[in-house]
């Protein structure tokens, strides 16, 4: 994939960059090497400060980078603005909690004294993902640096200039030269720079297949790895619940960034009580989506990334149709300029169909009607993916079955799944390994040193 900013609104080429050859990543190493062994030694606290400045920094900027974003992945300015806040919200976090979260341990043990220290490990690689451009970064860097680690950026390849954007704000946050670089390589280089000896870790949001590379060879190279990947997050509505409120909730977190969220709910599970009333209130919500240019603010609903995304979930729609699957609203691409794809709602889901298990990464729904609890639990885990769920009800006995038996990385009730730097975010399945976020998040990126004096 060439490194370029392609506007998704129009499908036009703004701006090409060339990849860095194998010898300036070799030099980016070397300075992200030496940056690291005295980052290591500077204080916690004077790391937070710089954290601090990013923050300001991301605040000063927000509406242009939030402009940069929507340029190069077309979603809709105000979400663009929000995710530049929330980074800031993330440096600041951590600014504050670090030195906490960090802190040494004492254990008591047979020596005098026995206790954990939380050292960082070094250069880490992050390959990340456009679809939240900025986030993705900063919830992996803010971390990782304050912990006093070292970072080398690969981004994806159609956001570049949000990729040099973010090392522009960390040089002017004032981090010395080499503790957070940009690599503009494409996915084929990745493997080298993780086989490099002085490139401690890796850690990768995207795909089930790059996660799965990404962790054979950190595998092979015996590296400590993080993976985010996809997710098919079920949505489960039960009698109980508020039906409009969870209706309304249902079209955000669908048709949030565009439909391309690893925790957008894409399985709504209704029990059948409540099935019309929801699906009524769901489809006009959804058929309502003003759809056009996310530079417009009015825009709720802007374009796919790429045409590949569009291509992949029109594939994917059209096999649910052929298995079977009653399209009540949307169900194609639209036509003319840009990569937009209309908001779908799909019901009749056939068991026998293997699309009903995959991540549709665009405003596409699936309906699932069930008769009991127990029905909603078997549908909501028989995917590979266990990222995120939600779940709505007002039933103690039914938030407690949830909370147990739902096979994700994160349950929430009577609300949409959402990232948060206070609470841990991750997957189990085929979602991911590890965990971002919290004091767990920075807790990956570190040698869990054991000291024992006798
Ligand atoms: P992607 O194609 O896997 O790309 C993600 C990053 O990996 C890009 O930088 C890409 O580089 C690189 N890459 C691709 N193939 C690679 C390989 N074989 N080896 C090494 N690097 C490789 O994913 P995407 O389409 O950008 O993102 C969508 C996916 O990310 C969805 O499945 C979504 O659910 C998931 N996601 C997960 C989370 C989470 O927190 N769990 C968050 C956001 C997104 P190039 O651009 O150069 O190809």
């Not at 079209?251 to 439909?259: F, L, T, Y």
């Not at 019901?347 to 699309?355: F, K, L, N, R, V």
């Not at 007002?394 to 206070?422: K, Q, T, W």
Request: charged share 20%.
């Amino acid at each position: 994939m060439a490194i370029a900013t392609i506007n998704p609104t129009t499908g036009d080429t703004l701006k090409s960059f060339s990849a860095h050859s194998d010898a300036e990543v070799d030099a980016k190493i070397d300075t992200a090497e030496s940056a690291y062994r005295d980052w290591r030694l500077v204080d916690i606290a004077d790391r937070a400060a710089m954290l601090n400045k990013a923050a300001d920094i991301l605040d000063r900027d927000c509406e242009s980078l939030a402009a940069l974003a929507t340029l190069e992945m077309g979603k809709t300015i105000g979400s663009a603005r929000a995710e530049v806040q929330k980074c800031a919200f993330v440096c600041r976090h951590y600014a504050q909690k670090a030195a906490a979260y960090l802190a040494d341990e004492i254990l008591e043990s047979n020596a005098s004294k026995s206790y954990v220290s939380y050292q960082p490990m070094g250069p880490v690689l992050a390959v990340m993902p456009w679809n939240f451009p900025f986030w993705q970064v900063f919830r992996f860097a803010a971390p990782a640096t304050a912990a006093g680690n070292v970072g080398l950026l690969k981004h994806a390849s159609n956001v570049p200039q949000v990729a040099l954007a973010i090392e522009g704000i960390f040089r002017e946050a004032g981090y010395p030269d080499g503790i957070f670089q940009t690599l503009l390589i494409g996915g084929s280089k990745v493997e080298r720079v993780i086989r490099d000896p002085r490139i401690q870790a890796a850690t990768l949001t995207g795909s089930e297949p790059a996660g799965m590379s990404v962790g054979k060879i950190a595998g092979e190279e015996i590296k400590h790895v993080v993976l985010e990947l996809g997710g098919s997050d079920p949505f489960i509505v039960m009698p109980s619940a508020d039906i409009a409120a969870a209706a309304d909730t249902a079209v955000k977190a669908r048709n949030n960034n565009n439909g391309q969220t690893c925790i957008a709910a894409k399985r709504f599970i209704v029990h059948a009580d409540v099935y019309d009333e929801f699906t009524e209130r769901f489809v006009a919500g959804m058929e309502a989506q003003v759809i056009g240019d996310p530079m417009d603010e009015a825009t709720t609903l802007g374009p796919l990334a790429t045409e590949q995304i569009r291509t992949d979930l029109t594939k994917q729609v059209d096999q649910l149709v052929h298995d079977g699957a009653k399209v009540l609203t949307g169900g194609k691409a639209r036509t003319g300029k840009g990569w937009f794809y209309e908001p779908t709602v799909l019901a009749d889901i056939p068991s026998g169909s293997a699309t009903r298990c995959e991540e549709l990464f665009g405003p596409a729904a699936m309906l699932f009607k069930v008769g009991s609890i127990d029905e909603a639990i078997t549908i909501a885990n028989e995917t590979r993916f266990g990222l995120g769920s939600a779940a709505f009800t007002n039933e103690p006995a039914d938030i407690a079955r949830f909370a147990r038996d739902i096979e994700s990385g994160s349950v929430f009730i009577n609300s949409m799944v959402a990232s948060d730097p206070r609470l841990p975010f991750g997957g189990v399945k085929k979602s991911g390994v590890g965990r971002e976020l919290a004091a767990h998040g920075i807790r990956e990126f570190v040698n869990v040193k054991t000291i024992a004096i006798a």
